[in-house]
């Protein structure tokens, strides 16, 4: 099982920028995703989730900003983040789970700084 994420980067302040979660080894379909962040010294804290039907969850931080969606078909999440603010720097990671399974990609970097 692998999730590679990708789209990371150094934006500007009130920039946007696209993540995608590429997942092999599973069937896709049958999975949560979730987007998880961490920033230096503080907890991993979750950002947004989707369903396998596609009904989503975020955090009060980010409602507005970002949008989390998937493409079963061709087994990828994405988050799609929008007017970027400093506090959102962090590494950011996808996680697929389904009970008992719990599958972690292994990161990507944000930075907002002008």
């Known amino acids: 099982v692998q999730l590679v994420e990708s789209g990371g980067g150094l934006v500007q302040p009130g920039g946007s920028l696209r993540l995608s979660c590429a997942a092999s080894?599973?069937?896709?379909?049958?999975?949560?995703m979730d987007w998880y962040r961490q920033a230096p010294g503080k907890q991993r804290e979750l950002v947004a989730a989707i369903t396998s039907g596609g009904s989503t969850n975020y955090a009060d931080s980010v409602k507005g900003r970002f949008t989390i969606s998937r493409d079963n078909a061709k087994n990828t999440g994405y988050l799609q983040m929008n007017s970027l603010k400093p506090e959102d720097t962090a590494v950011y990671y996808c996680?697929?789970?389904?009970?008992?399974?719990?599958?972690w990609g292994q990161g990507t970097q944000v930075t907002v700084s002008s």
């Open positions: 080894g599973i069937h896709f379909n049958d999975y949560v």
């Open positions: 996680d697929a789970q389904r009970w008992p399974y719990n599958y």
